[in-house]
């Protein structure tokens, strides 16, 4: 009798984790962009992916329209509206200081792709270990990047600062707005997922820190009649996270975790990075196309720039002071790794 019972108990326990290893879990993704916007087919590539290598032990769905605004992903991820999201790091400041880094003026002289991969390698390098987004109850998949923030304008091209004092400006919130403060001009700042609100409705005439293929996406390409454009002269540079909550990864078992995490992390970087450089390749094309007039930024405009931002340099250094950070060392890595990863 009593190895009977033994025998059952065993081969229920035995079924228990059997049927464990094998439940399904279903990550639900919410992307706050509309769907002409590049980052929907790297991302839902990835999410087939994470399908294919757990065995459909995990699989992504992605909701159909967004169900939260730009600076509420993690905010709707935490209440429960959906599990993962990816979000700009410009409105994480209080929870992930480190991120702040990753966003000052200037320190982009790269392609997306290869600052994204220079991104994860930093944050595995320097920021990893703070495991200040965790705090917050989300664990972080990937980081990655845009190409940098130009100025465009519905007149002639902005070429300094005095320019900008002379417009009614839109910046993107985060590292462009801050600049744009300190050099004392006056202008409304937002996601970039808002600009239409304001170039469609003339509200404004110049807007700052956004990309070629974001000035396009999101509905400026009639107001654009100039650009003034840079490689190694990015006002900014929206990086962003890509994240599940917490709660949802520790439904995941340790090996499919591995397995995701294996084509998340730098993989996923470089390949949504790849996908912003395409895009904005072609982006450019259409602004030239439509006749807009594409000028490079001056060297004395980026220094003007620079001088005005060095209240943002200083704040990071007190910011990292506090945690336990070298302000220089992530700083110079990330050059490093931008120019090692294809610049």
Not at 170 to 183: D, M, N, Y
């Amino acid at each position: 009798m009593f190895l009977k019972t033994l025998f059952a108990t065993a081969l229920a326990v035995g079924m228990l984790a059997s049927s464990a290893a094998n439940a399904q879990v279903k990550i639900l993704v919410n992307i706050f962009v509309g769907p002409a916007h590049f980052i929907h087919a790297p991302y839902k590539a990835w999410g087939v992916e994470v399908g294919e290598v757990t065995g459909g032990r995990v699989t992504v769905e992605f909701l159909p329209a967004s169900a939260a605004p730009p600076p509420k992903q993690i905010d709707g991820a935490l209440a429960g509206n959906f599990d993962g999201a990816f979000m700009f790091n410009g409105f994480n400041g209080k929870r992930a200081p480190f991120t702040q880094m990753l966003l000052l003026p200037f320190l982009m002289e790269g392609s997306a792709e290869a600052g994204s991969v220079a991104t994860w390698r930093t944050y595995e390098k320097y920021f990893n270990h703070l495991g200040q987004f965790e705090k917050v109850g989300i664990t972080p998949l990937s980081y990655f990047q845009f190409p940098g923030g130009h100025f465009f304008s519905s007149g002639d091209p902005i070429m300094s600062i005095a320019d900008l004092k002379s417009r009614k400006m839109w910046a993107l919130a985060g590292t462009p707005t801050r600049v744009l403060k300190l050099a004392g001009v006056d202008h409304v700042a937002g996601p970039a997922a808002r600009l239409a609100e304001f170039v469609q409705n003339n509200t404004v005439d110049g807007v700052a820190g956004i990309s070629q293929d974001a000035i396009i996406t999101f509905g400026g390409l009639q107001f654009t009649k100039s650009a003034t454009v840079r490689s190694n002269a990015r006002l900014g540079v929206p990086n962003f996270i890509i994240f599940v909550t917490t709660k949802k990864w520790k439904e995941i078992s340790a090996t499919d975790q591995a397995a995701i995490r294996k084509i998340s992390g730098e993989t996923l970087a470089r390949t949504i990075g790849r996908a912003a450089d395409v895009s904005e390749t072609k982006r450019r094309q259409q602004l030239l196309d439509k006749g807009v007039k594409i000028v490079e930024t001056p060297e004395s405009f980026k220094q003007e720039l620079l001088k005005v931002s060095a209240p943002l340099f200083d704040a990071w250094k007190k910011s990292a002071a506090k945690m336990g950070v070298d302000p220089q060392a992530p700083i110079d890595f990330y050059k490093a790794e931008t120019a090692a990863a294809g610049g």
